[in-house]
T-cell receptor, first 115, second 113 residues
Framework: DAMVIQNPRYQVTQFGKPVTLSCSQTLNHNVMYWYQQKSSQAPKLLFHYYDKDFNNEADTPDNFQSRRPNTSFCFLDIRSPGLGDAAMYLCATSNPDGGRPYEQYFGPGTRLTVT | GENVEQHPSTLSVQEGDSAVIKCTYS??????FPWYKQELGKGPQLIID?????GEKKDQRIAVTLNKTAKHFSLHITETQPEDSAVYFC????????????FGKGTKLSVKP
């Protein structure tokens, strides 16, 4: 089945130690999003890629970076994780040129713990 | 920018009863309103959506209504079942711009058998 895959599902990192979260998709969608979701809160958009064009939200901290080497993969890099960065990180995709251009498909998320 | 308010934050109903979750939005340019269901440990899943040129949409036991004048939209679940228990998020988007979703804070729905 076509889907959005996130690895790992659970990640533990130390305060200040760089960490990378991975997202891959088999949907061949040209837009990929990264959201941060803290406990009992709504997902908050960090940034998204439209093909290779990177779009950063104005309030996304510089500590968060992203890479999209090809259509299928997108990475979230947290350069120096703080305790406040502990959250669920959700990857989503959409296909603006497709039959349902506005629908976003979410992966299962990676739960990040910072110790 | 857009702001989406969602109420209630928690909702408990008996199996078979109806559940209603309400959202308001601030940006009159928003024209797409999806509802997502998020089960524990999983990513959000789209359950129903509505565009601003439609006032109501129904899919089996779930329906969404939109009042553009008042800038509010609601999710209605009839004949609730225990498997409907989850967190539900509303969202708003302006498809003419980047199309980014702005989410409400979520409603935790519990359906008691």
């Amino acid at each position: 089945d076509a889907m959005v895959i996130q690895n790992p599902r659970y990640q533990v990192t130390q305060f200040g130690k760089p960490v990378t979260l991975s997202c891959s998709q088999t949907l061949n969608h040209n837009v990929m999003y990264w959201y941060q979701q803290k406990s009992s809160q709504a997902p908050k958009l960090l940034f998204h890629y439209y093909d290779k064009d990177f779009n950063n939200e104005a309030d996304t901290p510089d500590n968060f970076q992203s890479r999209r080497p090809n259509t299928s993969f997108c990475f979230l890099d947290i350069r120096s994780p703080g305790l406040g960065d502990a959250a669920m990180y959700l990857c989503a995709t959409s296909n603006p040129d497709g039959g349902r251009p506005y629908e976003q498909y979410f992966g299962p998320g990676t739960r990040l713990t910072v110790t | 920018g857009e702001n989406v308010e969602q109420h209630p934050s928690t909702l408990s109903v008996q199996e078979g009863d109806s559940a209603v979750i309400k959202c308001t939005y601030s940006d009159s340019a928003s024209n797409y309103f999806p509802w997502y269901k998020q089960e524990l440990g999983k990513g959000p899943q789209l359950i129903i959506d509505i565009r601003s040129n439609v006032g109501e949409k129904k899919d089996q036991r779930i329906a969404v209504t939109l009042n553009k004048t008042a800038k509010h939209f609601s999710l209605h679940i009839t004949e609730t079942q225990p498997e409907d228990s989850a967190v539900y998020f509303c969202a708003a988007s302006n498809l003419g711009s980047q199309g980014n979703l702005i989410f409400g804070k979520g409603t935790k729905l519990s359906v008691k058998p």
